[in-house]
């Protein structure tokens, strides 16, 4: 079983930082892009950001230059580095991952629980 574990969501005010973390566990021989989607209710879940396993990156227009993706492979972690927040980044987001399990022949598409943030005065 494979299992993406994110943390770092709360309530903070505009202009405010958040780092958001997301560990990946269980029988994973290959771990390949992971990612952060965000989702406002009523709204279809977006693309923040993503990164290959070599560090390559894409970001969203609407927060580039303000939010920063990371990993570091030996720990199985991506971070999202969340800078100069404005109350419409309000939203829950969700970690992704595209892992290659321990006796699969397939890739997997993996998501996290989902962390809220929320930015508020």
């Known amino acids: 079983q494979v299992q993406l574990v994110e943390s770092g969501g709360g309530l903070v005010q505009p202009g405010g930082s958040l780092r958001l973390s997301c560990v990946a566990s269980?029988?994973?021989?290959?771990?390949?892009?992971m990612g952060w989607y965000r989702q406002a209710p009523g709204k279809q879940r977006e693309l923040v950001a993503t990164?290959?396993?070599?560090?390559?990156?894409n970001t969203a227009s609407s927060v580039k230059g303000r939010f920063t993706i990371s990993r570091d492979n030996a720990k199985n972690t991506v971070y999202l580095q969340m800078n100069s927040l404005k109350p419409e980044d309000t939203a829950v987001y969700y970690c992704n991952a595209n892992i290659l399990a321990v006796g699969s022949y397939t890739y997997l598409e993996v998501w996290g629980q989902g962390t809220l943030v929320t930015v508020s005065s």
């Open positions: 269980g029988s994973i021989v290959r771990l390949n892009r």
């Open positions: 990164i290959t396993s070599g560090g390559s990156t």
